[in-house]
């Protein structure tokens, strides 16, 4: 094997020009795929988180609401459709019981439930309608990460106090520790106080959103125990469906959702970012297959004379072929790290801009295994032109060599 990489050196060495165009070749393909999977990778991580990265992988509903057990119901509650109740809201009684079982699920990472209804806030003469979430800040805080998003006050959700979303403050004129009316969908009214401002990276929970106690919120809309929602996330948000058709077998009377059944188009557009990342990066293999097969193709060639000397003097036909292809891997393993100098410097390059809405960050094991791949390819390209050297005849390699 000595003899085989020292000729494959020399072989390479003696047509420099060539060696180190197909190297710059494979360095850039190899800089292209790094970057472009990262890029997509990346953009793909930041349009998941900015869906549901403080948010529900899966929530639990009751399957039957205020109004369809009135109308199954023997005696029928004529209020209810007469726009006296207070609520029509989906409930869940037996809440407590659901959380305890799922939070011995080993993929569960938090569990928040929740009683989420609409309001109008009353301040300085404006009026605005708001969604009211009572929880609890301990298992919220999980989901929604409310302690290290607030940008004024406190996270105090206790008793009459309530974090609000930071455009609302600003919209309303409110700031920690002023007063605001809350009108409630049964003409009642209550007055709270401003325990700090929110930012949730999200313009629509900014501008309308409260988080308020769960107890003092059941109190409010008059809900006795039960809660709207259970609201969950799970280690691999990718795996929600899963997980939720096996809720749904398991669990009675509860309605689950996932955020990929709620988020198709979403989904169907990553589906289509891979499979072009995909196509492209066969494409640039395919581009530094057929670029080393040709340039050991013509080595071959050039060097026949070469060939023919060394089996006459006794080299073997697979030590032939192995030169070729020693000389193949060798173009791949130079091209390849080459490459990812290169493409670690273009996406240090991007990172750079400013302005930019997401960062492109890159693993080190999809940067070996595509430097990897690229090695292999070239491994492969040599398989042709080493079997050509193999099978020439010496005498005819020297005489027209």
Known sequence: MKFELKMALRFMLSGKSQTLFIIIGIAVGVAVQIFLGSLITSLQDSLVDETIGNSAHITLKSSEDVVTRTLNADVSDDLLFRGNAVSTRKNIDNWSLIVDELAGEEMVTAISPTLQGTALVRSGGIDRSVQIKGVFLDEADLIYEISDRMVTGNPLIEGNTAVIGSTLAQDMGLESGDNFNLLLPNGGTVRLLVGGAFDLQNEAANSSLIFMDLRRT?????????????????????????????WKESLDNVKVEDWMELNQQLLTALSSQSSSSYTIQFFVI???TLGIASVLAVSVIQKSKEIGILKAMGTTKKSTSRIFILQGLLLGILGSFAGIGLGILLLGSFNSVEGLSFSITYQWRNVFLLAAIATFAGAIASVIPAKRSANMNPMEAIKNG
């Open 218 to 246: 059941q109190k409010l809309f008059n809900t006795g125990d039960a809660v709207s929602s259970i609201e969950v996330q799970i280690r691999d948000p990718f795996e929600a469906d899963l997980i939720a058709g096996k």
């Open 286 to 288: 395919l581009s530094i």
